[in-house]
């Protein structure tokens, strides 16, 4: 959901415009983005639904975002890891000069709309694929990951307590860029 901009009014605003805004400004140049993927899409469902669209062209820069829907659907630790595996190196091979940038997981511990002890289950298991996300990345070249995000400020989520707002999608591209070109992207 947060792909295709759930809790903003417009792309512009959502994650993929808050990215491309920000690469705008740290580099100057032009930007072109697509974005590929849906609202509730596990990476079992980016796999089967969405990969032939995703490597359909090559790109300078690939920022992946992937993971809650695995936690939501309770998807074990093992699936998720060889599907992200899978998925990843589609998407490496597609784009074989491109950047990687992997989003780290949201903290489900800190959502306003959701009660105990979802809240608390949850944010464990996420932590559990996160690790596991980790160690993927880890085992493919040029592919930087996002640590835990800072924490969420007033204002950061929408009205329905789980999806940023366009100020948190602006502030997540913010934080996920300024780390990435501290681990050596390159604008």
Request: proline residues 6%; aromatic residues 10%; hydrophobic residues 40%.
């Amino acid at each position: 959901s947060t792909a295709v901009g759930v809790g903003a009014d417009h792309h512009d605003e959502a994650l993929a415009g808050s990215l491309a805004r920000g690469i705008h400004e740290r580099s100057g140049r032009g930007v072109q983005w697509r974005i590929v993927g849906g609202s509730g899409a596990t990476s079992r469902d980016l796999l089967e639904r969405f990969l032939d669209a995703a490597t359909a062209a090559s790109h300078d820069l690939v920022f992946v975002s992937f993971g809650a829907n695995d936690a939501i659907a309770v998807r074990s630790r093992q699936a998720f890891a060889r599907d992200l595996t899978a998925l990843l190196t589609a998407l490496r091979t597609a784009n074989p000069d491109g950047q990687f940038v992997v989003s780290c997981f949201p903290v489900f511990g800190l959502f306003p709309s959701m009660p105990q002890p979802l809240r608390s289950t949850l944010y464990l298991h996420s932590r559990s694929l996160e690790d596991a996300a980790r160690r993927v990345v880890a085992r493919m070249p040029g592919m930087i990951m996002s640590p835990p995000p800072q924490p969420y400020t007033d204002g950061f989520f929408s009205a329905d307590g789980f999806h940023p707002s366009a100020k948190g999608y602006r502030e997540w591209a913010e934080f996920a860029l300024d780390d990435a070109v501290e681990q050596g992207l390159r604008l």
